[in-house]
């Protein structure tokens, strides 16, 4: 694995499901079966915020990704937020927040819990990034804001 991508989309559908994976296919990823793990960023891989990811394999592989969803019925907004930093010692951290409210919550929730994170280990960070995406979702429908971390490429999922 030698790049983590920062990825990033929002969809209105009539269903609930149809709008998350709208958001996907905006962000690149509708094509994979994502496994969500928790918020740890390797030493030695390099993290770039893309907005929509590249061919990362053939569809229905397993893909590896630290993932901010909010969905909503409408009238509403929902928003989601990934935040990351790394250490001089080479580790990182990612922390996520999402739900219906505008993006200057969740920002600031997910900055808050990044820092939270950074308490906890006895790593030096460097200043934090952030990814914010936010949409209203109109009477009648659904819509979903995601913003994600993919890891690599592509896997065997059989």
Do not use: K
Request: aromatic share 6%; with cysteine; net charge negative.
């Amino acid at each position: 694995m030698s790049t983590i991508r920062v990825v990033w989309g929002t969809a209105t559908a009539p269903t609930a499901m149809a709008s998350y994976d709208a958001a996907l296919a905006e962000a690149g990823v509708e094509n994979y079966n994502l496994v969500t793990v928790s918020s740890v960023i390797p030493a030695d891989v390099d993290v770039e915020a893309v907005g929509t990811a590249p061919d990362l394999g053939p569809a229905g592989e397993r893909l590896t990704v630290v993932e901010a969803r909010a969905t909503a019925a409408g009238p509403a907004r929902v928003s989601a937020a990934l935040a990351w930093a790394r250490s001089e010692e080479g580790p990182g951290l990612f922390y996520e927040v999402a739900g219906e409210t505008d993006g200057e919550d969740v920002e600031n929730r997910v900055l808050e819990g990044l820092e939270a994170g950074q308490e906890l280990r006895d790593w030096t960070f460097h200043e934090p990034n952030v990814c914010v995406e936010t949409a209203r979702a109109e009477s009648g429908t659904y819509t979903t804001a995601v913003v994600l971390a993919v890891y690599g490429e592509s896997t065997p999922i059989v």
